[in-house]
């Protein structure tokens, strides 16, 4: 019995030429990428060959965008046939399609065959793989690609220079000119010897392709334009090396497949993986980051998720760094094509990517999801559906409490991204806990030197103790290791607010608003920062966009209520006491007498200092990222006893 290749594998060496569509027949071929499409290094000559394609043919798997990685699996075997033998050992797990990494399914029917020299070292590159010995894995990889010149060879020999990030190594290996015709192996199976048959070597360098020969240009392409997976690759390697230009010309400035009638969110993945398409739209979207194109990374993160609702990377991106707004991101999680995309786990997915939403609003459809995690999908003690209990604790003042859920978390994994943010601004917000975010703070560096988290909570830890220079440097720090941590943003625009340098704050706010657009807490910041200048129509402007985003927050409908006081425009007493009976009845019941330590008080502008910030940050990427709550306080001497008495009686009527 002969050895075949898995089903679906991403390439088709035997075949290097695309069917013309035109309806003369099956006789005539044109070449995948001629020597003119090699002067350009779009994506376009790829689309071309995808549409292209006779529709009465299937489609090359390679050129497909619909598809994932998975058909370019490691555990391919040799195309070349084998004999079976009965005294040979059977199969190695890695290469069977359906590997069982702990190797106890029993399983004892495994047809017994032959391995040649080629299948031996296929395995041992992809045992090396699996073990991280990745000079390993190249060193074979390489003789491999040698005698058999097969695209799937060279692709998981590119991976692992990318996996040791040799990325111009990989990148040449990915774009130089290849063969489309595999070349006689010089040995037959038992290794023995046989008179080779050298085909003629190809130019080589930045300008190969256009030094190839006209005898050799039939039979010569580049991986880039043979594979859809190959191009994503060499567009990440392009990444690694910082080229933001080249590796956009490489996907593409928009999806090339887009208009194609073949792609779309419609169109469902075939083999249950994540679609290339989609990895394409995301890494766009990070080069369009990369470039300050906000919008344009906007709408690349915004297509990817459309096109398959499994790749996370590009939902974390789009609300966990708060480009969309509150209702924005909400009615966009909500109407994607799960069913159609996967029918069996679409309300799963649904429900998982709602609970990471934030929450000024829909507060029972949050709680009804947290619910049916627990309750439907056991994930009780999972630390993402236990970081959303948290997140919304935290939007609710009870800092103790959020603070217990943070600490699991952190104790069943050791650091968790989207926790450790709140987890800080707990331990900035309850004084009795600074001593542990000082050994926090340390740990953390310690541990984990370049994560930008690390330094944050350095800041956050001189913040709590007032040193505002040296908390600044600190966020200066985080923001220049990542600068999409938006917590280290809006705490360095706080500390010039904290020195009163409101000119330099309102810049900074400015700035933040700029990068993370979807998030009403820059301009709110800024018109708090126009009140205490006592320019109130640049307040108004700031405050009324910011509630456009988001009119459930506590501090904003604040400082709005603080500005009409300026205008002298006062709310009636029933307004005034139902909208404040229903922030308190949000807040919690166990709230109100914590209520006038921790919201800010409506009073004048002349006894309002530039630290009053709201001691609380929000479950998303700002969360410690604002003063403590003791900041909020106003000393009494510069409060009138009758705002006192006034905010007492208000309370009162509320309970």
Same mark, same amino acid.
């Given at each position: 019995?002969?050895?075949?290749?898995?089903?679906?594998?991403?390439?088709?060496?035997?075949?290097?030429?695309?069917?013309?569509?035109?309806?003369?027949?099956?006789?005539?071929?044109?070449?995948?990428?001629?020597?003119?499409?090699?002067?350009?290094?779009?994506?376009?000559?790829?689309?071309?060959?995808?549409?292209?394609?006779?529709?009465?043919?299937?489609?090359?798997?390679?050129?497909?965008?619909?598809?994932?990685?998975?058909?370019?699996?490691?555990?391919?075997?040799?195309?070349?046939?084998?004999?079976?033998?009965?005294?040979?050992?059977?199969?190695?797990?890695?290469? &069977?399609?359906?590997?069982?990494?702990?190797?106890?399914?029993?399983?004892?029917?495994?047809?017994?065959?032959?391995?040649?020299?080629?299948?031996?070292?296929?395995?041992?590159?992809?045992?090396?793989?699996?073990?991280?010995?990745?000079?390993?894995?190249?060193?074979?990889?390489?003789?491999?690609?040698?005698?058999?010149?097969?695209?799937?060879?060279?692709?998981?020999?590119?991976?692992?220079?990318?996996?040791?990030?040799?990325?111009?190594?990989?990148?040449?290996?990915?774009?130089?000119?290849?063969?489309?015709?595999?070349?006689?192996?010089?040995?037959?199976?038992?290794?023995?010897?046989?008179?080779?048959?050298?085909?003629?070597?190809?130019?080589?360098?930045?300008?190969?392709?256009?030094?190839?020969?006209?005898?050799?240009?039939?039979?010569?392409?580049?991986?880039?334009?043979?594979?859809?997976?190959?191009?994503?690759?060499?567009?990440?390697?392009?990444?690694?090396?910082?080229?933001?230009?080249?590796?956009?010309?490489?996907?593409?400035?928009?999806?090339?497949?887009?208009?194609?009638?073949?792609?779309?969110?419609?169109?469902?993945?075939?083999?249950?993986?994540?679609?290339?398409?989609?990895?394409?739209?995301?890494?766009?979207?990070?080069?369009?980051?990369?470039?300050?194109?906000?919008?344009?990374?906007?709408?690349?993160?915004?297509?990817?998720?459309?096109?398959?609702?499994?790749?996370?990377?590009?939902?974390?991106?789009?609300?966990?760094?708060?480009?969309?707004?509150?209702?924005?991101?909400?009615?966009?999680?909500?109407?994607?094509?799960?069913?159609?995309?996967?029918?069996?786990?679409?309300?799963?997915?649904?429900?998982?990517?709602?609970?990471?939403?934030?929450?000024?609003?829909?507060?029972?459809?949050?709680?009804?999801?947290?619910?049916?995690?627990?309750?439907?999908?056991?994930?009780?003690?999972?630390?993402?559906?236990?970081?959303?209990?948290?997140?919304?604790?935290?939007?609710?003042?009870?800092?103790?409490?959020?603070?217990?859920?943070?600490?699991?978390?952190?104790?069943?994994?050791?650091?968790?991204?989207?926790?450790?943010?709140?987890?800080?601004?707990?331990?900035?917000?309850?004084?009795?806990?600074?001593?542990?975010?000082?050994?926090?703070?340390?740990?953390?560096?310690?541990?984990?030197?370049?994560?930008?988290?690390?330094?944050?909570?350095?800041?956050?830890?001189?913040?709590?103790?007032?040193?505002?220079?040296?908390?600044?440097?600190?966020?200066?720090?985080?923001?220049?290791?990542?600068?999409?941590?938006?917590? @280290?943003?809006? @705490?360095?625009?706080?500390?010039?607010?904290?020195?009163?340098?409101?000119?330099?704050?309102?810049? @900074?706010?400015?700035?933040?608003?700029?990068?993370?657009?979807?998030?009403?807490?820059?301009?709110?910041?800024?018109?708090?920062?126009?009140?205490?200048?006592?320019?109130?129509?640049?307040?108004?402007?700031?405050?009324?966009?910011?509630?456009?985003?988001?009119?459930?927050?506590?501090?904003?409908?604040?400082?709005?209520?603080?500005?009409?006081? &300026?205008?002298?425009?006062?709310?009636?007493?029933?307004?005034?006491?139902?909208?404040?009976?229903?922030?308190?009845?949000?807040?919690?019941?166990?709230?109100?007498?914590?209520?006038?330590?921790?919201?800010?008080?409506?009073?004048?502008?002349?006894?309002?200092?530039?630290?009053?910030?709201?001691?609380?940050?929000?479950?998303?990427?700002?969360?410690?990222?604002? @003063?403590?709550?003791?900041?909020?306080?106003?000393?009494?001497?510069?409060?009138?006893?009758?705002?006192?008495?006034?905010?007492?009686?208000?309370?009162?009527?509320?309970?």
């Amino acid at each position: 019995m002969t050895s075949t290749p898995p089903p679906g594998s991403p390439f088709n060496p035997n075949i290097p030429y695309i069917p013309n569509p035109s309806p003369s027949g099956n006789g005539y071929h044109h070449h995948r990428a001629s020597i003119n499409s090699s002067f350009s290094f779009g994506p376009q000559s790829l689309v071309n060959s995808f549409v292209g394609a006779n529709p009465l043919l299937p489609h090359p798997l390679a050129l497909d965008p619909n598809r994932s990685v998975l058909p370019s699996s490691p555990l391919r075997s040799s195309p070349r046939a084998h004999r079976r033998t009965k005294g040979s050992l059977g199969r190695h797990p890695l290469a &069977n399609d359906n590997t069982d990494v702990f190797q106890d399914s029993g399983d004892e029917d495994e047809e017994d065959i032959e391995w040649g020299m080629i299948d031996r070292m296929r395995l041992w590159r992809h045992d090396a793989l699996m073990q991280h010995l990745y000079d390993t894995a190249a060193f074979w990889g390489d003789k491999i690609l040698s005698w058999t010149n097969d695209p799937n060879d060279a692709f998981w020999l590119a991976q692992t220079y990318f996996m040791t990030h040799r990325y111009s190594r990989a990148e040449r290996l990915l774009t130089r000119p290849f063969s489309t015709k595999p070349p006689a192996v010089p040995f037959d199976l038992k290794g023995k010897a046989r008179e080779p048959d050298f085909p003629p070597r190809l130019p080589i360098g930045p300008a190969a392709m256009v030094e190839v020969t006209a005898e050799q240009q039939e039979n010569v392409s580049r991986l880039v334009d043979m594979s859809v997976v190959c191009r994503y690759l060499a567009a990440q390697c392009l990444v690694g090396q910082g080229k933001w230009a080249e590796a956009t010309e490489m996907l593409g400035e928009a999806n090339p497949f887009r208009n194609s009638g073949r792609s779309g969110p419609a169109v469902p993945n075939t083999d249950g993986g994540i679609k290339v398409e989609a990895s394409m739209c995301n890494l766009r979207g990070l080069l369009m980051l990369k470039l300050n194109r906000g919008d344009q990374a906007k709408a690349c993160f915004m297509e990817a998720l459309a096109l398959d609702v499994k790749c996370y990377d590009a939902f974390e991106q789009l609300v966990g760094g708060e480009m969309m707004t509150l209702e924005e991101e909400w009615d966009f999680v909500q109407t994607l094509a799960y069913k159609e995309q996967t029918p069996e786990d679409a309300e799963f997915v649904r429900l998982v990517y709602t609970s990471r939403l934030r929450k000024y609003k829909h507060a029972e459809e949050h709680a009804l999801t947290r619910r049916r995690l627990v309750e439907e999908f056991g994930l009780s003690d999972n630390p993402d559906v236990l970081f959303s209990f948290a997140d919304a604790l935290y939007a609710q003042f009870r800092w103790s409490d959020c603070y217990a859920i943070t600490s699991r978390i952190l104790g069943l994994v050791a650091v968790h991204s989207p926790t450790m943010p709140l987890h800080i601004a707990c331990m900035h917000h309850l004084s009795h806990l600074h001593s542990k975010l000082f050994i926090l703070a340390h740990e953390l560096v310690d541990r984990e030197p370049e994560s930008a988290t690390s330094w944050y909570a350095v800041g956050v830890w001189y913040l709590t103790q007032k040193k505002w220079s040296d908390a600044r440097t600190y966020f200066s720090k985080t923001s220049l290791m990542d600068p999409r941590f938006g917590p @280290a943003w809006i @705490a360095f625009a706080h500390t010039f607010a904290f020195e009163g340098e409101h000119d330099h704050a309102v810049t @900074a706010y400015s700035t933040c608003a700029r990068m993370f657009t979807g998030s009403h807490l820059p301009l709110m910041f800024i018109g708090m920062e126009h009140i205490v200048l006592s320019n109130y129509a640049q307040a108004d402007e700031a405050l009324n966009a910011a509630n456009a985003m988001c009119d459930g927050d506590p501090l904003l409908i604040n400082e709005r209520g603080v500005m009409a006081f &300026n205008h002298g425009r006062c709310l009636p007493r029933s307004t005034f006491h139902n909208r404040l009976g229903g922030l308190i009845r949000r807040v919690g019941a166990d709230t109100p007498t914590r209520w006038p330590c921790s919201a800010p008080r409506l009073q004048s502008h002349k006894s309002r200092k530039p630290r009053r910030r709201l001691g609380r940050l929000r479950g998303s990427i700002w969360a410690p990222a604002c @003063a403590s709550s003791a900041s909020l306080k106003r000393r009494a001497s510069r409060m009138s006893r009758c705002w006192r008495s006034t905010l007492a009686a208000l309370l009162r009527w509320v309970s």
